[in-house]
């Protein structure tokens, strides 16, 4: 008999473990570089996420100081201005006994009150107003723009801009030297200031008692025998919803544009 042949294994291949050990370690580098680049991601994502939260953070922190410094350049602005305003009102005292000048009176409204407010497109006779000139009452739809008059305005509109809070400077048309120069040039540019010539047809129509100005808000005014701009100034500087940092008025819209 001849010698039988030993059969190998009918699955082995020769370097079968060799390419197997290959495979496991390909597969695990594979995943270790997975793994090292999702941490890399992760730590970049991180680092975003950081300076992200440095970045508000800084802009929150600018905020807050700007505001802050807002706040208290504000808080300086008025207070010097409240300064300003009490030395201004000092001065104006003697100024207003120097002219003549009455204190501020309050004046009640019209009769009917339900009427104070009244839109109309005629006024009533003056005289029927609580005061000459009117410090409130019926008055055109229409409020008068500010600034200065070389000639008597639609007084309607007048009392329609005392709702909003302006001050009117009535003066006689006579009125000149530099007085009424001053006030023309210091309060003319004013956003709620009307300074005007008081002349009209009516009774009640001229300002009466040898006054030579008459200062007006809503309820309120002042009569002087002179023509002064501090004491101008001054009553602007309470009465005038608009730019007052202490407003002493009661216009019932106070503030809203003429």
């Not at 000149?176 to 709620?192: K, M, N, T």
Request: charged fraction near 20%; charge should be positive; include cysteine.
């Amino acid at each position: 008999m001849g010698t039988r042949r030993r059969r190998t294994s009918s699955g082995a291949k020769p370097g079968g473990r060799a390419n197997a050990t290959l495979d496991t370690d390909t597969k695990r580098q594979r995943r270790e570089k997975g793994r090292r680049q999702r941490e890399d991601i992760r730590r970049h994502s991180a680092r975003r996420m950081q300076l992200r939260k440095i970045g508000v953070g800084l802009v929150i922190g600018v905020i807050v100081v700007a505001v802050a410094a807002v706040t208290v350049h504000d808080q300086v602005a008025a207070r010097h201005r409240r300064q300003e305003q009490q030395a201004l009102l000092a001065r104006a005292s003697k100024a207003a006994d120097a002219a003549g000048c009455t204190g501020v009176r309050v004046v009640k409204p019209y009769n009917p009150s339900s009427q104070d407010r009244q839109h109309v497109e005629a006024l009533p006779a003056l005289s029927s107003y609580s005061s000459q000139p009117p410090a409130s009452g019926p008055h055109f739809p229409a409020p008068l723009d500010s600034g200065v008059y070389t000639s008597p305005p639609p007084l309607g509109g007048a009392i329609h801009s005392l709702e909003h809070g302006a001050v009117e400077v009535w003066l006689v048309p006579s009125a000149s030297g530099p007085e009424v120069s001053r006030i023309q040039s210091v309060l003319g540019h004013e956003d709620h200031v009307i300074v005007a010539p008081y002349s009209y047809p009516d009774p009640g129509g001229q300002l009466s008692g040898g006054r030579q100005m008459v200062l007006v808000a809503w309820h309120h005014l002042q009569y002087c025998n002179q023509v002064s701009a501090l004491v101008a100034e001054a009553f602007v500087a309470g009465y005038d919803a608009s730019t007052s940092s202490n407003y002493l008025g009661d216009a019932p819209e106070a503030g809203v544009a003429i």
